[in-house]
């Protein structure tokens, strides 16, 4: 897409004889975030180092910022923020000289670089910290810190792996906010991230891949719709029992997944799903019924197998 901020075709990336990712084809346009999920291993992390330019491609072709990051590496990091999964601010230093040293690095004026750093914290919410050393820190703050460090040269493109692994609930919605706010602003996000529930909140449109390709496309919402049902219900048994044979649910549901001391059926009306199980003479221990997410197509598409 000529309007694109970033366009791959084919793109691949290979290490000896593992491919990482393998042929993929996506665009991120502008003023979007823009996400990529998947499990350990399926290729994100090798995605945003090519897109950032520290990583050369194997195969295909790739655009970022209209340019070719082989050829020009350096005037394409000079346009991202990059926020990295494990921050890796100077915790000697305070708050202020963290975004100062970051702003020099961009050759900004020092001018330019004090007039962000009021910008940012108050962006960030640590205007009060300004003058404390990172090291005792909350984790959200230096997460907070990380993201308004991204900032400081402007960028065009802002690149986030997993913004808010290890972070409690109260500093991931507050880290939301944060990020939502950038999107309004439009700044383009592309985002890697293990939580559904984030990829919800932030993503306009995202990728699902699964051992280096591309599974699914779309906005969260239409994923749900392709992929999943409008409801589940789910039946819980026993410790130690064993749930009732996928046979006996046949004609109940869309679908039914038989795990460990739980029945998933898949759904358009839980109730009346429910309704039939009872009348089978299925008497669970406890059922629940919620809404299809993000995270019940993830588990369709990759498996609930755990991937070292």
């Known amino acids: 897409m000529a309007d694109s901020l970033v366009s791959a075709r084919g793109l691949r990336k290979q290490f000896g004889t593992f491919t990482a990712v393998d042929g ?26 090519m897109i950032g330019a520290v990583s050369p491609i194997s195969g295909g072709t790739l655009s970022v910022l209209g340019m070719d990051p082989e050829e020009h590496g350096p005037a394409i990091r000079s346009r991202l923020g990059v926020v990295p999964q494990e921050d890796n601010l100077d915790q000697e230093l305070t708050v202020e000289e963290n975004l100062m040293i970051y702003g020099r690095y961009f050759d900004l004026p020092r001018k330019v670089i004090s007039r962000r750093i009021d910008e940012l914290l ?18 959200g703050m230096k997460r907070r810190l990380t993201i308004a460090r991204g900032l400081i040269n402007e960028p065009d493109l802002m690149l986030l792996d997993e913004p808010t692994t290890g972070l409690d609930p109260q500093a991931r919605h507050v880290l939301w906010d944060r ?100 009348e089978l003479g299925i008497v669970p221990e406890s059922t629940l019924i919620r809404r299809s997410t993000l995270e019940d197509v993830f588990l369709t598409l990759t498996g609930r197998s755990l991937i070292d």
Request: aromatic share 6%; with cysteine.
């Open 24 to 49: 993929i084809d996506f665009d991120v346009r502008p003023g979007e975030a823009f996400g990529f999920l998947g499990p350990n291993g399926a290729g994100k992390s090798s995605t945003m180092k």
């Open 179 to 278: 990020l939502y706010a950038l999107k309004q602003e439009g700044v383009t996000l592309i985002i890697t991230t293990h939580y559904m529930d984030e990829a919800e909140q932030l993503c306009d449109r995202l990728v699902i891949m699964d051992e280096g390709r591309i599974v699914a496309e779309g906005s969260p919402q239409s994923l749900i719709d392709r992929h999943s049902t409008r409801e589940v219900l789910e039946l819980r048994f026993p410790a130690g029992s064993t749930p009732p044979e996928e046979a006996r649910f046949d004609g109940v549901a869309k679908r039914t997944e038989i795990l460990r001391n739980r029945v998933v059926l898949y759904t358009e009306d839980a109730e009346r799903t429910g309704a039939a199980v009872s």
């Open 122 to 139: 108050d962006f960030a919410q640590l205007t009060t910290r300004r003058k404390d050393r990172v090291e005792p820190l909350s984790g």
